[in-house]
């Protein structure tokens, strides 16, 4: 089967406070949203590419009317960000009020930049520096 990858949802309590995270803070746009009031929830797609267009990664931030606060649990690991530099990066999400978890170095036993910073709900996403 040939396949494309579409996007990771992940919950969020505060939809406002989770785009304008990644949007001002990792510098993604906001592609589309979509508000379903008779399902009680809210999507906003975010990404770095343009709206629509299959085949880019995107993420599907998904807000339930009233829950504002998710169980992380222990399966999930991360998102990946490619930025140009980590310091930087983490020097402007620290700026926008954003938390470093991991500073800007190199990987265990390799010598890729990386760095991890939490969005508002406490999800982990690593920086990855790629020119």
């Known amino acids: ?41 809210t999507l906003a797609f975010l990404g770095y590419g343009e709206g629509n267009k299959e085949g880019q990664g995107e993420i599907e931030l998904t807000y339930n009317y009233g829950v504002e606060k998710y169980e992380l ?3 999930f ?26 500073e800007a170095g190199p990987v265990k036993f390799g010598t890729t930049v990386i760095a991890f910073v939490e969005d508002p709900d406490g999800y982990k996403i690593e920086l990855i520096e790629r020119q």
């Open 1 to 41: 089967m040939a396949g494309k990858f579409l996007h990771t949802m992940i919950r969020v309590g505060n939809l406002d406070r989770s785009v304008k995270f990644y949007t001002e803070l990792l510098g993604m746009k906001e592609l589309r949203r979509r508000d379903v009031p008779d399902g009680k929830y």
């Open 77 to 102: 690991g991360h998102l990946a960000v490619g930025v140009p530099d980590v310091k930087a990066a983490c020097e402007a999400v620290r700026a926008g009020g954003g938390k470093v978890t991991r």
């Open 73 to 75: 649990g222990n399966a």
